[in-house]
C-alpha cells in the first residue's frame, strides 16, 4: 500500500506561481511512476503531467506543457508540481497518483490516488 497526501493548494492570481506537493508513505513509494491529475467542477478528471520512478523522465499534457514542471525527490518522498503563469482554466481539484509504471499513470490507471488540493486561480 502507498499513501499520497498533497499539499500546496490556495487562491492565487492569474499569471503567479504555484507549487504543489505530494508526501508518499507506505510501501516502497520510489518503486513508483507518479503524476497530477485534475478536476474541475461538472469536469471529467485531466491529466496533468507524469514521472518515472527515477524522476528522469516526464510527460506533460499539451495544456500545462511550458507552464508546469513535474519532478520528484525520492530521498524525501516527495513529488513536486510547480505550476508557473497560472490561468483561471487551471482552476481543478489536483490530486497525485502513483503506479507500477508511468504508461499506467498517464492514462488513468493508477493504483493509488490521493485526496486532492484545491487550486483556484482568479483573473
Known amino acids: 500500500q502507498v499513501q499520497l497526501v498533497e499539499s500546496g493548494g490556495g487562491l492565487v492570481q492569474a499569471g503567479d506561481s504555484l507549487r504543489l506537493s505530494c508526501a508518499a508513505s507506505g510501501r516502497s513509494p520510489s518503486d513508483y511512476a507518479m503524476g497530477w491529475f485534475r478536476q474541475a467542477p461538472g469536469m471529467e478528471r485531466e491529466y496533468v503531467a507524469a514521472?518515472?520512478?527515477?524522476?528522469?523522465?516526464?510527460y506533460y499534457a499539451a495544456s500545462v506543457k511550458g507552464r508546469f514542471s513535474i519532478s520528484r525527490d525520492n530521498a524525501k518522498r516527495t513529488m513536486y508540481l510547480q505550476m508557473n503563469s497560472v490561468k483561471p482554466e487551471d482552476t481543478a481539484v489536483y490530486y497525485c497518483?502513483?503506479?507500477?509504471?508511468?504508461?499506467?499513470?498517464?492514462?488513468?490507471?493508477?493504483?493509488?490516488w490521493g485526496q486532492g488540493t484545491q487550486v483556484t486561480v482568479s483573473s
Open positions: 514521472i518515472n520512478w527515477r524522476g528522469v523522465d516526464t
Open positions: 497518483a502513483a503506479a507500477l509504471n508511468v504508461r499506467a499513470v498517464t492514462v488513468g490507471q493508477a493504483d493509488y
